[in-house]
């Protein structure tokens, strides 16, 4: 994991199917930090997500990670990255290990064992990822996000479909992360009960 980074936006304004979204939107975090992107539904706290990682464009804006220019390149943020979507990423075809390989080819089986007992998923490790529940698929994306060592987390309601025990192993798992160097801008609309979070406020 890399020691210490920043992501500075700056002037952000993104348009989406002809809405306005961000207009003129800036914020700043770095190591250490989790920040809450907070707004209502529709307000662009997804649409923030996938313009910081580089899966849609914004129309003005400049984005800066650990004092490089990235808002026309953003392979020296994507290198750090693991962004988690709402529809959490994982191929259906494909069992949980299978999945969780595909990500990180290199764990070893105790290592993996290890997180899926965690994650209540040891059980189903050898399952297709399309006979899981909601709440299991999330946990196997988790089990990406433990294991690969990214230093920037971009989550999308990561606790959406969890239930109160997986909901307070990630918020444990979350401020470890940021603990140790990790940077995390996250958007919820769950009340967190342990995680200390800096808000950023979308307006719409
Ligand atoms: N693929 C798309 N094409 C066109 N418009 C889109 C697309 N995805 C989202 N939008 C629009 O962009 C706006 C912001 O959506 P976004 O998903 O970023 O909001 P959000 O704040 O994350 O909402 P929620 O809290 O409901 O998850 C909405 O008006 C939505 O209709």
């Not at 004092?67 to 988690?84: F, H, K, M, W």
Request: hydrophobic residues 40%; glycine residues 8%.
């Amino acid at each position: 994991m890399q020691s210490s980074v920043s992501l500075t936006i700056s002037g952000l304004w993104i348009e989406r199917g002809e809405r306005d979204l961000c207009k003129d939107f800036s914020f700043s975090a770095q190591s250490g930090e989790v920040v809450r992107i907070l707004g209502e539904n529709g307000a662009g706290k997804s649409s923030l997500l996938k313009v910081i990682v580089g899966v849609i464009s914004p129309l003005e804006g400049k984005i800066v990670y650990s004092g490089e220019d990235v808002t026309l390149d953003r392979n020296p943020l994507q290198r750090d990255a693991i962004y988690i979507g709402h529809s959490v990423g994982v191929k259906n075809l494909l069992t949980v290990a299978e999945n969780i390989r595909c990500y990180c080819p290199d764990v070893s089986p105790e290592t993996l064992d290890t997180v899926l007992k965690q994650l209540d998923l040891l059980d189903h490790i050898d399952a297709l990822v399309r006979t899981l529940s909601a709440g299991q698929l999330r946990r196997v994306a988790l089990a990406r996000l433990w294991l690969t060592e990214k230093t920037l987390w971009l989550l999308d309601e990561p606790f959406a479909s969890l239930d109160v025990g997986a909901i307070a192993l990630l918020e444990e798992r979350i401020q470890l992360h940021v603990s140790s160097g990790g940077l995390v801008v996250l958007t919820t609309h769950q009340d967190l009960r342990s995680l200390s979070c800096r808000d950023v406020a979308l307006l719409s």
